[in-house]
């Protein structure tokens, strides 16, 4: 009967048809390694999500002393990622509003963004 290959370290090994790993240590480094690699996207995920939301944040205040939106191109230029969201919410006046945990954008009919806070 040939040996199978560990799904980790690739070791040749003998083994019960189900077995995957030539040893536990192998099988449970590779559930960590998933774990981590899994993690490891999370928080890149949450990065992003927070800096678009000081972003967001930082043009709230500026925005609403100077009561006119931003436009796209200069909220990419401060590294705001526009494929990266909290939530969509329906807005009263019929639009949409995309936001980044507390705090939004809406597109506006001259193409530009408001920026907007979530009470
Ligand atoms: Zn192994």
């Not at 690739?10 to 083994?15: A, D, I, K, P, V």
């Not at 609403?64 to 401060?78: P, V």
């Not at 509003?97 to 530009?112: A, Q």
Request: aromatic share 10%.
């Amino acid at each position: 009967m040939p040996g199978k290959n560990c799904l980790f370290c690739g070791q040749n090994f003998m083994g019960r048809a189900d077995k995957k790993f030539c040893n536990d240590h192998c099988r449970s480094a590779l559930h960590n390694q998933i774990k981590s690699e899994n993690h490891h996207h999370f928080k890149e995920v949450d990065h992003v999500l927070k800096r678009n939301r000081k972003i967001l944040a930082a043009l709230f205040e500026q925005t609403q002393k100077q009561k006119k939106g931003i436009l796209t191109r200069k909220i990419q230029e401060l590294g705001f990622i526009f494929s990266y969201h909290t939530h969509i919410l329906p807005l009263e006046n019929g639009e949409e509003g995309v936001f980044c945990y507390d705090y939004g954008y809406i597109k506006t009919k001259c193409g530009e963004l408001a920026i907007i806070k979530q009470n």
